[in-house]
């Protein structure tokens, strides 16, 4: 018998779980947004398996090391584990087309706006991608969403201008995005 499908919602990491203030690496630099563990609880109560899909091109650029980022993921979801939140899976691309150091100097479909990473969590968890919703704070993350035919896409003010945003709804924080999804989501 198949397992069902489920319904993820999708987290960029800077900008939307923590304050973004440049390739952060180390656990003395990241500082969570105020709610978001509130709205991480209840984004779980609504039915949502948590991912997070995060760019981290300081990683191809060689302003810190896979394994540093590796520690702090694990320092980030215990945080959350603590709070009764668990957090399915951190997926990461580390690549930069352009600005990249050796074998991360190149085009993947993981790096938003390419659907990669949201693929792999799809097969892992077999997810229902039109029940799904993807949170981020640049337009390379709804990109990412419409790429990888998630049904909610939405957008967090104040990175940049969200005149011409293909997201579905422009919210304030995590909060409201959970809110919305609450009042307005496609369900599995």
Known sequence: MPQDR???LFLDRDGVINVDS???WRIE???FFEGVFEACLAAQELGYLLVVV???AGIGRGLYTEQQFHALTGW???QFREKGIEIART????THPEEGIGVYKRESPDRKPGPGMLFKARDAFNIDMAASAIVGDRETDIEAGINGGV???LLLEGTEDTNGTRADAVVRSLADAVAWLAKNGTTA
């Open 6 to 8: 489920v319904k993820a």
């Open 151 to 153: 049904g909610n896409r």
């Open 91 to 94: 997926y990461f691309s580390p």
């Open 22 to 24: 440049g390739y952060i």
């Open 29 to 31: 630099d990241f500082i």
């Open 54 to 56: 995060t760019n981290q």
């Open 76 to 78: 980030m979801e215990e």
